[in-house]
């Protein structure tokens, strides 16, 4: 079972950034997919970011973020990075981290990480 850690979530003013940081217990080099998802309250759960490694590397953004975040990854640290720029009111949300192994496998998800947008 990958566990899945997030961190970097903190209040932050209209038009700050911020970058969270997902660690993962395996290795990440060839994980099928790593994904940034926030469930802000009263809401459901939606896909920020992603990556899917399958014969080629694709990456997908919700149409609100597109231009604001990038995902990224640094294998030699195991860790998925959700930078996050121009950040809106809108954008807070509880933020969890999604990794999935193999397309066949259960994905694992972390505790999430808080981030607040507010003057």
């Known amino acids: 079972q990958v566990r899945v850690v997030e961190s970097g979530g903190v209040l932050v003013q209209p038009g700050g950034s911020l970058r969270l940081s997902c660690a993962v217990s395996?290795?990440?080099?060839?994980?099928?997919?790593m994904g940034w998802y926030r469930q802000a309250p009263g809401k459901q759960r939606k896909l920020v970011a992603s990556?899917?490694?399958?014969?080629?590397?694709?990456?997908d953004y919700a149409d609100s973020v597109k231009g604001r975040f990038t995902i990224s990854r640094d294998n030699a640290k195991n860790t998925v990075y959700l930078q996050m720029n121009s950040l809106e009111p809108e954008d807070t949300a509880v933020y969890y981290c999604?990794?999935?192994?193999?397309?066949?496998?259960?994905?694992?998800w972390g505790q999430g990480t808080q981030v607040t947008v507010s003057s």
């Open positions: 999604k990794i999935q192994s193999t397309k066949w496998v259960a994905s694992s």
């Open positions: 395996g290795s990440i080099f060839s994980m099928y997919f």
């Open positions: 990556i899917t490694q399958d014969f080629s590397t694709g990456y």
